[in-house]
């Protein structure tokens, strides 16, 4: 008998100390709506990003013309092993898509600076490539001091697009 009530006594005090803390507010969880986060604003594409931007929605206006988006909004995983195949485009993504006017993504592209010239840059540049290409997306990569002109752009779309101007 004295053993049950010491059992029941411990199974209290553990739903008593269960009922204590779970209305405790995480102390390390500074998203309690009275810590300042230390966040800031800041612009979604550089200088150059920003002027290659610019460059393409006057070269195509019969396009759309997406920044920064993620492989895996155009790039579809196979449904068998899709986490598989998933993880290696997970957390990638691409200066630039071209789509045409009805959402059909038809070229990605990258800005290569400095940074694509490290080995493990490399390595996710790899994966991005072959991944696209595998989808049918044609990929450009573009170093960021040889951007190329309107009209080069315009010869390079065609071809892969016969809809370019």
């Known amino acids: 008998m004295s053993i049950l009530l010491a059992f029941l006594g411990i ?11 779970k209305g405790k507010p995480d102390k390390n969880n500074p998203f309690d709506g009275k810590t300042e986060l ?25 396009y759309m013309i997406f920044p920064q988006v993620q492989v895996s909004r155009v790039v579809e995983s196979p449904k068998e092993n899709n986490l598989y195949w998933f993880n290696f ?5 691409y200066d ?14 990258e800005i290569d600076d400095d940074t694509h010239a490290l080995p493990q840059r490399q390595a996710a540049d790899n994966r991005k490539d072959l991944a696209t290409l595998a989808a049918g997306i044609a990929i450009f990569r573009w170093p960021v001091r040889e951007i190329p002109d309107r009209q ?14």
């Open 152 to 165: 080069e752009i315009i010869t390079q779309m065609q071809l892969i697009d016969k809809q370019a101007e």
């Open 89 to 93: 485009i997970n957390r990638l993504s």
């Open 38 to 62: 230390p966040y800031t604003r800041r612009a979604p594409l550089t200088p150059t990003e920003l002027k290659v931007y610019d460059l393409l929605l006057e070269t195509f206006p019969n």
């Open 96 to 109: 630039f898509v071209v789509c045409r006017l009805d959402g059909t993504p038809i070229a990605a592209i």
């Open 11 to 21: 199974l209290f005090l553990i739903l008593l100390a269960f009922h204590y803390y």
